[in-house]
């Protein structure tokens, strides 16, 4: 067996402040540790994985790993009360494979690409620690106990050390065999070795510690999503009219088996379009009679608790009233008060338009009003 991949994920996480082991954290709908999983996965030259975890939870990472088919994983193992011990756990249960060189990586990395890894593999050589790492770009600073500036460090000589680190297997187990021997720390498993390569990282390449860094990930990790919506409602004299969820004094309002407020109609469908997860027919249908006559505020609030469970975010909503007749603007400002309320959204990310068709087609006879809608949502 040629490269080995040992994967860290038995920290505690308790800089994160969240209460459980950060790699377990769902970002943007999986845990962060099966985020590199899948990129060592994919790659070729990778023939195996090993994956060392907290004691109590080998079970809900070996249930992870099955999931998400990262078939090339080929043991979970318990780590230790260090990083350092955890890894030299992990060398230990490669002994059996003997590969010739292992790659080990923080599963708090989660945005580690194919081409760093392939970078560290070309460049692993006997001796040699050969590790990723991007240069400072920051003004540097050394300061005293007081905080007071000592002096300006060059940032053109300083680098952020990232994983995955290689090694020669046999190399890197001896040196953390010493190292154990002779209750030698260090931080990092290039250390052990007096000759360190340098390959290019990527910048993207974090690692979760703080809650600054776990909410940059999981900006990182949002997907821009876009779904439109579009409805019709004809006019009828036994009706209300209601719109956005405001009551319009008008001689006529739309007929519908909910109360047809075509304005709400629309812009659920484009954020369940935005998901794909089917349309307003689909989840509340009219030939079911618990709809009948039911507020679109409420059906509003159901569709968001559908986005919630998704974990999904609304970032923008924009529709356009297709109406000959009544006039709009005086109550546009009511619509989306009512639709950040019940979207628990703010009201500059809802837009309300109002136009007529310049009284063609069956909008331009009063027949009836129309919306186009569009949300976007990030996930």
Known sequence: MNNVVIVLAAGQGTRLGLGKNKVLLPLSGQPILVYSLKTFQNIEAIDAIVIVAQA???????????????????????????RQESVYQGLLALKTLSPTKVLIHDGARP????EVIKRVIDNTQPETAVFCAVNMVDSLREVDEAKQVVATVPREKIYA???????????ILTKHQTAKDNNITVTDDAQLFKEQVIVEGDYKNLKVTTKQDWELVTAMSRRTRVGQGFDVHQFSSARHLVLGGVTIPYNYGLLGHSDADVVLHAIMDALLGSLALGDIGDHFPDTDNAYKDISSRELLRRVKNLLDLQGAQIENIDATILAEAPKIAPYKEQMIANIAFDLNLQREKISIKATTTEKLGFVGRKEGIAVLAMATVSI
Request: glycine share 8%; no cysteine.
């Open 161 to 171: 050390v990232q994983t995955p680190q290689g090694f020669i297997y046999r190399e």
């Open 111 to 114: 945005f580690v690409t194919e």
């Open 56 to 82: 109590k939870e080998i079970n809900s990472v070996k249930k992870m790993v099955a999931e998400y088919k990262l078939t090339k994983v080929v043991t979970v193992i318990a780590g230790g009360k260090t």
